[in-house]
């Protein structure tokens, strides 16, 4: 059991964290909306998903490729310079899409443009929170809750993201999320950075070595990104295994004529993470967060690769949500660790690191996996797309039990 003292009450009693965490919520809700809205406004404005899928991939290409740059900046500068002008801009190209999509007959062009334009610019604030919550709370006990609260909260955003997108389009119009998602992350972001703590982190003005400590003594290296290496890997192996799964429960459910289903094992997967994640924070653990990570990655790939033998959706959601409850705390565990490799300079950008490794391979998985599903039995499809995870994990603590 843990001390009240070092529970998620306290983490939340801390100065300024409601109010910070609760600006950082709002603005990342918009990033929960945007990628449906953006599918149903483009679809519906140029009558193509073709263009609309084009769309959609150009952000998410741009948003991913950029997003080390995005925290550089935030970095060097510090949030409150460098966060403003971002959402200005995203803010803004987001309006300038929900205004040309609210037409019909619209070219492919401005809309691919517009779309490319806004993925540039998306304020961070997912590892700028993560940044602050260092801040807030110099205890790492507390710090490991408040990093698993954050990861089920954010998971849960994009629950309800969708929803809400989904909501607007049936009530209004699809360009309708896109304004919305617009004010959301203005709002949020301009919360974000009149919070006290946000306000008294300055930037380093200068490029900082994730290598570096407070003194400026180099830490030692354990590869291309350092210290960074394992959670940067390891999370996109987990991304890996939930991009896969996520067609790969659609073509299960397609394959017994309930596509609908599919449904119910997403649930039970965002269910059970949401469970092991706030469950995981809650513990303190004797393992180090080297070993918990690997040990962690094969919890989830585990349970997933022996998904596609269920005899039915109901056995498939119940093995889908077992594996989901160590999904938040593998994610949480990466981003402790990232933490802790990092400079006091270069936090955001260790954050982002592991963000972005999970969203490449979550988009690596899912596109590997639909070139399997047709060709392959769908039992072996499953055991195929978490392989790698697998291989990753265990090669990790096969290092770790040589040292």
């Known amino acids: 059991m843990s001390s009240p003292s070092l529970s998620y009450a306290a983490v939340l009693r801390a100065p300024h964290a409601r109010r910070t965490f609760g600006a950082a919520l709002l603005g990342r809700l918009s990033y929960g909306m945007v990628s449906l809205s953006l599918t149903l406004a483009v679809a519906g404005a140029t009558g193509s998903y073709a263009t609309a899928g084009a769309a959609v991939a150009l952000f998410g290409l741009t948003v991913s490729v950029l997003s080390p740059v995005r925290a550089r900046l935030i970095d060097r500068y510090g949030p409150r310079r460098a966060l403003p002008p971002m959402a200005v801009a995203y803010a803004l190209l987001l309006a300038a899409l929900a205004l040309l999509t609210a037409r019909h007959d619209v070219s492919a ?12 610019f ?26 698993s609260l954050d990861t089920v909260a954010e998971e849960l955003l ?40 946000a306000r008294s982190r300055a930037g380093t003005g ?16 354990t590869g291309l990104l350092g210290g960074l290496g394992r959670p940067v890997v390891l999370s996109a192996g987990v991304g890996l295994c939930l991009g896969a799964l996520g067609l790969l429960m659609v073509a299960f459910a397609a394959h017994r004529h309930e596509a609908a289903g599919a449904a ?27 070993t918990r990570l690997p040990v962690l990655t094969v919890a989830v790939a585990v349970p997933l690769a022996a998904a596609g033998t269920a005899p039915d959706l109901y056995v498939l959601s119940a093995v889908v949500g077992v594996a989901g409850l160590f999904v938040a705390p593998a994610l949480t565990t990466a981003y402790l660790l990232a933490e802790e490799s990092a400079a006091p300079g270069g936090r955001t950008r260790a954050g982002t690191w592991v963000n972005t490794a999970f969203n490449a391979g979550s988009s690596a998985g899912a596109a590997a996996v639909g070139q399997l599903v047709g060709r392959l039995p769908l039992g072996w ?17 096969a290092r770790r039990g040589r040292r």
């Open 264 to 290: 119910w094992a997403e649930a039970a997967l965002s269910v059970g993470s949401a469970v092991g994640g706030l469950a995981y924070g809650s513990r303190s653990w004797r393992m180090s967060g080297r």
């Open 109 to 120: 062009v401005p809309v691919a443009v517009l779309a490319l334009g806004a993925g540039a």
């Open 206 to 221: 200068e490029e900082a070595s994730p290598a570096e400590d407070d003194s400026g003594a180099h830490r030692p290296r």
């Open 158 to 197: 994009f629950v309800t993201g969708p929803l809400l997108a989904g909501l607007l389009a049936a009530l209004l119009a699809p360009p309708a999320g896109l304004a919305v998602s617009a004010g959301l992350v203005l709002a949020g972001t301009l919360a974000l950075v009149s919070s006290p703590v």
């Open 381 to 397: 499809c499953f055991a195929a797309a978490m392989a790698p995870a697998l291989a990753l994990a265990l090669t990790a603590l």
């Open 122 to 147: 998306p304020p961070p604030l997912g590892p700028v929170m993560r940044t602050l919550w260092s801040d807030l709370l110099p205890d790492r006990r507390l710090l490991q809750r408040a990093y």
